[in-house]
Every structure is written in structure tokens, then in C-alpha cells.
């Protein structure tokens, strides 16, 4: 007999009907045609945006078989991970969360689905919204590819006390190291940052 008294959840995920289909190739311009549509459609005329930035993608490369890149929008900046039939990849419900390894750490991310859009489903780690703050394209396409650099930074090296005290402002960004030269005082500050942003996802 079952217990009348036990509550059902208020809200369920809808999850996805079958496994998402990986990308074979990179799906970098799939994900721009999605967020510039979503800008030209949904977005534009709301107060909290930054209008000195623009819908842009920061790099999407291979990582452990599947898909791993940043956007740049005028309502965020995220990490994101799209199936690409490797390890990562778990197929969740819309709002579900999941924590992946990466070489800097564990990180979470949150599940987007949504079966009849461009890219029907997605992880993404939030790591700033809004993005008000943001003085320009520039610095926000700065802040992306330095987060994607140091996600694929081992943690070899423990942030400073000074480092992890820091405020996690877009100001405090420091510039990404040259590329394949990441200089010993450089990659904690990085991970120290990166760290600051994305612990607001838990």
C-alpha cells in the first residue's frame, strides 16, 4: 500500500527521450547560430544585458572524445561540453547537475535540453552572469579563453592565500600567459580566479 503522505516533487526534468546524437565535427557554428538567434529573437530588448558585447565563441576543442568550449553572450559567459561520444558526456534532465573531471579539477555543470533547438542538449558552467561589468568584447573573450586555459591547466600548483582572498570581479582577470608558456607566478592566479567563478555553480 503506498503512503499517501509521501510527497511528490514539485518539478521534474524532462529527460531526454534518447541518447543525444555526438557532433563529429565541431560544433562551434551551431552554437553561434543558436545564441545569435536566441539575441535576435528573445533577448535584445532586456534591461540586464550588455549591449558593448556580442554573441562569440572562445574555442571548442576535443577532451576525452567529446566537445569542450566557452561562450560569450550578452547575458553570460559559460564553459561548455557538447556530446561528442567520448567520456564526459552524461545525458540529463534540463537543470540537472553533474560534477566532471577536468586537468585543473572537478567542476560542475548544468544540464540544458532542449529537443528542438540547434544544439538539443548541453553542459554548461556558469562564469558570469550578468555580465554588466564587462567593459568590452575584448576583455570578456579574455576572460573565456583564460578560463578555457586554465580548465586544461593541471593543478600542480596550490593557489596562494593572497590568490584565493582575491574578489572574483572581471577586473581581477588576469591576461592569459603566452600560448604553450604558462609561467610558474601565472597558472595560480589563473586557477585562483577560475576557481572564485566557478564555485558561484554550487
Known sequence: MVDERIR???????RPASPAAPHADNPAPL???????????????????????????????RHRGDWVGAVISP???NLYVLPGGGELWRDLGAGERVK?????GELEFIADYEPTAEIP???YCPLLAPVTALKSQEEA????????ETLFTPAAVAPTPADALAPATPEAAPKAAAPDEPT??????????????AGKTR
Request: charged letters at 25%; proline letters at 6%.
Open 8 to 14: 511528490k516533487p514539485l518539478y521534474s526534468a524532462e
Open 100 to 104: 566532471l573531471p577536468f586537468p585543473v
Open 141 to 148: 573573450l579574455r576572460m573565456a579563453m583564460d578560463a578555457l
Open 75 to 77: 547575458w553570460f559567459v
Open 31 to 61: 552554437v553561434l547560430a543558436m545564441y545569435r538567434r536566441i539575441w535576435e529573437t528573445t533577448m535584445r530588448d532586456l534591461d540586464f544585458v550588455n549591449r558593448a558585447l556580442e554573441v562569440d565563441i572562445a574555442g571548442f576543442r
Open 184 to 197: 610558474a607566478s601565472s597558472v595560480p592566479s589563473r586557477r585562483a580566479f577560475f576557481r572564485r567563478i
Open 121 to 123: 542538449a548541453a553542459l
